[in-house]
């Protein structure tokens, strides 16, 4: 899930979501991009992703203070993790 977009290179975007690796591995993560900061995924750690669980995800942002709040709940797991950070609008383009 995610706000805004960076389909070539000069948007912005903040999302979070979940994602698989061969092995397999699960995982819950959120980021922050514009076209100068490609800002790897970082882990939300306490989120225990496992294959065919039902995952709630959301993604706001704070104009008045640039604070971008990211959440993933695993309702199958009964895990979750939020993590805020102050990005600014060189992250997030309104859309």
Known sequence: MGLGGYPSGHDKLIQAGTAMKSGPTYWAWFEYLNATHLNPPITLSSVHVHAGDAIYTDV???????????????????????????VGSSYYDSS
């Open 60 to 86: 706001e942002y704070n104009t008045s203070n640039g604070q971008a709040t990211f959440y993933v709940q695993d309702s199958t797991s009964g895990t979750s993790q939020v993590a805020v950070r102050t």
